[in-house]
């Protein structure tokens, strides 16, 4: 094993006299080509290429005498401390970090970044990396080659942003270039590089929030601090979505006690792609979105879909809303991870499954329905189940008066489907 691994974070500055001390004294260095032909590695020393992790590991275990590696910026950042820490390969690390390329990238853009997200798009995390873009205001990405901002910003295509690519960064080829998405793709970029993703409407202040509150947690969720605590909120929480006016598969809120297991069955979580359909004024597209999902609601009715935006900002939640009715619509829309028909009928449901989604849920509006949407979720290769809920308002709860029963029940029909693995 090494006598001693030292880890070195380098952002194009010159070295500390703890990382140059250490790299002088080096029998081994691990780094990026572009790293190890600028810095001073000494003659001696043996020299891998940081291509394969695991494969530079192991050799790092083998070797005796001391080793060097050199990252990017903060390597304990998601960089290569986590991969050296593996227990498989019994390594004792010293850590000499530099500033992550992350804040040097805010810092580029003159932008504060304790409420951005950050992703990485290495080992094929593109798609979850956009999704994220997708359902945050403020995102910086970690490329890697053929996940970088032209690929990214495919993946974003019709969804406005606005890209700050820093390239280089730290090097006499430091590069910063600021372009809105839909121009992305026409240039060619060098890496390394991080992306800043800027834009959309989940960064406006959810209703309630105080002052107070904001700047204290980094990488604050969606709607939070501020937002209404929980999730599945009554109807009256959401505009145009009445708590007794709506009925399941109506263009309207669900019910509260369904939207909460509906939302249980999605499972929706940030880097996921969640479908609504026939969302009507967007109750739990919101909600979904409130988790840290990206959410793509599709509604026949455009006063709904107004509706739809208006509650999209009270809770202060990004959700892509598109006007339309039917199979056809869909064609066009990202793949989903997770889609739930809220009305539509037999043939949206069809087209939903045929886009694969890892958890599907529909809302029927008849028992017949329901045995079709069954057959169809069996038949598209999803083990299958579902529940008739019903409820019955307490009268008086709302008021402080005293409790009454006899209210009328009011029944909804949910089937959900999962993949089969």
């Not at 990252?71 to 970090?97: C, H, K, M, N, Q």
């Amino acid at each position: 094993m090494a006598d001693r691994i030292t880890v070195i974070g380098w952002d194009g500055t010159p070295l500390t006299e703890a990382a140059g001390a250490a790299l002088a004294a080096a029998t081994l260095v691990a780094g990026a080509p572009y790293q190890l032909g600028a810095l001073p590695v000494p003659a001696a020393a043996e020299r891998i290429t940081l291509g394969n992790i695991p494969q530079a590991a192991r050799r790092i275990a083998e070797h005796r005498g001391a080793a060097v590696v050199v990252a990017e910026g903060d390597p304990g950042f998601f960089g290569v401390v986590r991969a050296l820490r593996r227990p498989e390969y019994g390594l004792e690390l010293e850590v000499l970090p530099a500033v992550s390329s992350v804040a040097t990238a805010f810092a580029r853009a003159g932008m504060p970044w304790e409420d951005a997200q950050v992703v990485s798009a290495h080992g094929g995390r593109l798609r979850r990396a956009a999704n994220i873009c997708r359902a945050h205001p403020k995102v910086a990405v970690l490329t890697a080659p053929g996940a970088g901002p032209a690929e990214l910003a495919l993946m974003l295509r019709g969804v406005h942003r606005t890209f700050v690519v820093c390239e280089a960064l730290g090097t006499p080829e430091e590069s910063v270039t600021v372009l809105t998405s839909d121009r992305i793709a026409d240039h060619d970029w060098r890496d390394p590089n991080v992306v800043l993703v800027i834009g959309g409407n989940g960064g406006a202040a959810p209703v309630g929030a105080a002052d107070e509150a904001a700047g204290w947690l980094a990488g604050r969720p969606v709607g939070f601090p501020g937002a209404e605590r929980g999730w599945a909120l009554p109807g009256d929480a959401y505009a145009g979505a009445g708590r007794t006016a709506d009925a399941p598969g109506a263009s309207g809120a669900l019910p509260a006690h369904v939207r909460a297991l509906v939302l249980a069955r999605l499972g929706a979580r940030p880097g996921d792609l969640v479908w609504s359909v026939g969302a009507g004024s967007g109750a739990l597209a919101v909600e979904a979105a409130r988790f840290g999902a990206a959410v793509v609601a599709v509604e026949a009715s455009r006063s709904a879909c107004a509706r739809l935006a208006v509650n999209a900002r009270r809770y202060g939640v990004e959700v892509e809303t598109v006007h339309g009715q039917g199979p056809e619509v869909l064609g066009g829309l990202p793949e989903p991870d997770a889609a739930v028909v809220e009305s539509g009928g037999l043939d949206v449901v069809r087209a939903v499954l045929a886009r694969r989604p890892e958890r599907f849920v529909a809302v029927p509006a008849t028992f017949g329905e329901a045995e079709q949407i069954r057959r169809a979720i069996v038949a598209a290769g999803y083990r299958a189940d579902g529940a008739l809920l019903q409820s019955t308002p307490l009268p008086g709860a709302e008021t402080g008066a005293g409790l009454a029963l006899g209210a009328t029940a009011t029944g909804a029909l949910l089937l959900w489907g999962e993949q089969i693995v």
